[in-house]
């Protein structure tokens, strides 16, 4: 685990080796401990276990692609609008996925009906018809129900958690 000098370690403190700013912090002050932050180090728990999940990947990329989807256009955007929100993700706040979860459990029906009559619409480009089938028949799958409702579970105690971090 510790290195020899050869290597330019300092080997008298190997902790504050991978942490550059709490030893230069402990460099101007002897009594300043680092604290790791409990709220990153959860937020990095929670982006793990979506990486490595497959599905996991395959529901949060649905999510942008209904956010997109509506975003791309401003007649589909107020259409959405009127009844129902949509959410957008980010990489780095999970309260985001939070609220993008909620937002599609929330307003399922919603999405589903918008994307169905942006489906039947005559008047719109081929390519808009087939963004729209291929949302509305990722979201008919019951994994896609599934997930919606257990991300939806464990993001919302992920969120409240990291907000008392």
């Not at 793990?48 to 990947?57: D, G, K, L, P, R």
């Not at 979860?101 to 918008?114: F, Q, T, V």
Request: glycine share 4%; charged share 20%.
């Amino acid at each position: 685990m510790f290195q020899t000098a050869e290597d330019n370690l300092m080997t008298a403190q190997p902790t504050w080796q991978a942490y550059t700013t709490a030893y230069k912090l402990k460099g101007k002050s002897p009594l300043a401990d680092y604290v790791p932050c409990s709220a990153h180090s959860f937020n990095l728990v929670g982006e793990c276990v979506a990486e490595n999940s497959q599905e996991a990947c395959s529901f949060f990329s649905l999510l942008q692609e209904l956010y997109n989807f509506f975003a791309a256009s401003t007649q589909r955007w107020k259409h959405l609008q009127t009844h129902f929100t949509v959410k957008s993700l980010s990489t780095t706040r999970w309260s985001a996925r939070a609220d993008a979860c909620k937002s599609l459990r929330e307003s399922w029906n919603g999405i589903h009906g918008a994307l169905v009559s942006i489906e039947i619409a005559a008047q719109r480009k081929r390519t808009v018809i087939c963004e729209a089938k291929s949302s509305r028949m990722k979201m008919e799958r019951l994994e896609t129900a599934l997930l919606t409702v257990l991300w939806g579970f464990l993001l919302n105690h992920m969120n409240s958690t990291n907000k008392k971090l």
